[in-house]
């Protein structure tokens, strides 16, 4: 999901505005660096240190105290894919920076100061953390380091061409004098900043591309890290919620007597729409919860089931969708062919990262504080200011390290809930959600219904019509994403799917299901998009009579030579073509996502009673300039594991208007001894980064259903696999 779309300008920002907002008082250098997306002109301190005219937005900054320590206020937010130390490696590098000076601090809401340069806004997501970002740190480390080699230069009275920065030290080559950073950083911050600053060449990176170890790690080891849950504001309390558990109901009454005399609890809060326990600790809160009599008001939506949302979806599904992407005469060559038709669906998911909801808040008639992991920032602190009615100026986010996001924490309904209780509470309360509460009042995955038509031509694709149908998370998220009936995201990675066919259609249907909030879940888009076109791919393949990598390599070589390459290596490194036992196989998966390129072949057998095994996954990716190895490794490793996951369990079902899944029993995870071994091997590239953080988790499934397909010859079209079908006792 690229968006490219410019946002309102903002409010013209001043020097006062980006120093007070983005780092504390004290001295030193401070740097920002320009977003495309801004066009504010920012006053210009007579000290020089910003541009003296032309537009000016920063989205991060650079701090370099007296002391020569290197702090990045950091727009991004970590939830365990190496961002924070990412960041701090592009910084450094061009920064020439000793890397154990760097430091990073979470940013303050503000879309004007630290908006993703990819989408205009503060937001963490869409595997664009690095890649939105590559530039503008590289451009910011390396203004920093002129100008500190500058004013180092003037104190020597030297050319600043004779001198050079090494390892937070600026050195004159002639005399080997040498000027610590933070010796220099009140006299940078009066020169002027280059106009072009000069970015080093790849080739002389001395961090970027180490497996360098990870910023966030000793404090996660060592117990010192914080997350949202582990917020501990003076005189806190607990709360637990209920929502009324069948979507869009309310409460209708509430007998708490029970309830009152558990020792610990002090307060229930009843709101038109969900039920709140507050006590002195958790297990007050949750036990208080659970003595309630609730009667709840089911409203008009009792009736929804999952039979009727896959009635609804394949009803829509026939209909013609807005065009997405035209190439060539689609429709023509279909008639003239033999065309071939499949059908594939995905399920509604649920989030469940281990961290479960959670928002701290304490709200005073004069100002309000949040502590919570959030993937968005300043949508936080609009979110509080709408529900207490209070300026911006008096609403104070505290953004912690997230347990997991993977899209849920991209929504901001559990911290509206957060702050309607804490409205009702004297003094700080935090409200978590228990994992039953988590699952069935989340934001789901879309279920999806893709229709594709295909007909072949000398042992190649020649006609293509991709039919999407789902809901356009777009169009509620981000509305500029939803244009012409096209949600961007819906059809993200089938408008720029990577073969070369000559005859090209598709098309998104939106279809909302009734009543179930849906929402980014990680892989987004091309979660649906890959696993219907590979899975097709395999299918025409073996109707072509040819093996799927080389049907596949006949389609990339010529346009997408990186894809082409991925592929080789992971047939080669996997044994691809090799013997295998009965009943096991071996499944490829191609895909452009996130601007990497990624090719991936498991290994699976499965029994005769339909369970499957996964053996082994191996990848290869080219996702441009590896910044951290080791980080890109352990994504790729993480997001197969997920995918794996939803593609043998991943499901939520619908009775009467409920969610049926309620935690880890019923909505199952993949457990360490169904883990395969995962073998990652990353091509060396010169380009600029992609994404990685979704990647492996849009790449399991596919690969395990066509190896599945080698194994077993039933080409599955829907997800979770069912065993029943794989066992023959029930049908495709």
Known sequence: MTVHVAPKSPKPLSRRTILQTGAAAGGGLLLGFQSPFAAAAIPNATDGAM???????????????????VSLIMPQAEMG??????????????????????????????????????????????????????????????????????????QWKVDPASCTASNSEVIHTASGRKLAYGALADAAAKVSPPAKPVLKNPKDFKLIGKPLKRLDTPDKVNGNALYGIDMMPAGVKFATIAACPVFGGKVAHVDDSAAKVIPGVRQIVVLDDLVAVVGDHMWAAK???????????????????????????????????????????????????DAIEAHYELPFLAHAPMEPINCTVHVRPDGCDVWVGTQVQARTQAIAAKVTGLPFAKITLHNQLLGGGFGRRLEVDGIEKALRVGQKVDGPVKVVYTREEDIQHDAYRPVYYDR???????????????????????????????????????????????????????????????????GFWRGVGP???????????????????????????????????????????????????????????????????????????AEVEVDREGHVRVHRITSAVDTGIAVNPDSIVAQLQGGLIFGTTAALYGEITIDKGRVQQSNFNNYRMLRIDETPAIDVHLIESGEAPGGIGETGTTAAPPALRNAIYAATGIPLRRLPFDREVLAGRKRV
């Open 51 to 69: 541009p003296e005219t032309g537009p000016f937005a920063p989205d991060a900054f650079i701090r370099i105290d007296r002391a020569g320590r």
């Open 452 to 518: 594709i038509t295909a007909t072949l031509k000398d042992g190649r694709i020649d006609g293509w019509n991709h039919r999407i149908t789902g809901s356009s998370i777009m169009a509620r998220w981000f509305p500029l994403g939803f244009s012409h009936g096209v949600d961007i995201d819906g059809v993200d990675s089938a408008i720029d799917e990577p073969y070369d066919i000559p005859n090209m259609r598709v098309e998104f249907v939106r279809h909302e299901p009734p009543a179930v909030s849906t």
């Open 81 to 154: 894919q190496g961002v924070y130390t990412a960041h701090a490696m592009i910084i450094a590098e061009e920064l020439d920076a000793a890397f154990d000076t760097v430091s990073v601090q979470a940013s303050p809401p503000s879309d004007a100061l630290y908006g993703n340069p990819i989408f205009g806004i503060q937001a963490t997501g869409n595997s664009n953390s690095v890649r939105a970002f590559w530039t503008k740190l590289r451009q910011a480390g390396a203004s920093a380091r002129a100008m500190l080699v500058e004013a180092a230069a003037t």
């Open 527 to 601: 979660n649906n998009n890959v696993f219907a076109i590979e899975s097709f791919i395999d299918e025409l393949a073996k109707k072509a009579g040819r093996d799927p990598v080389d049907f596949r390599l006949a389609m990339l070589a010529k346009k997408t030579p990186r894809l082409a390459a991925a592929l080789k290596l992971a047939a080669q490194k996997s044994g691809w073509g090799s013997p295998l036992p009965p009943r096991t196989g071996r499944g490829v998966a191609v895909q452009v996502s996130f601007a990497s390129f990624i090719a991936t072949i």
């Open 287 to 337: 036990t208080g919860l659970s003595a309630l009599t609730i009667t709840w008001d089911e409203g008009p939506n009792a009736h929804v089931d999952s039979a009727t949302v896959w009635k609804d979806i394949k009803a829509a599904s026939e209909q013609e969708g807005a065009v997405a992407k035209t190439v060539g005469d689609a429709k023509k060559a279909l008639q003239d062919g």
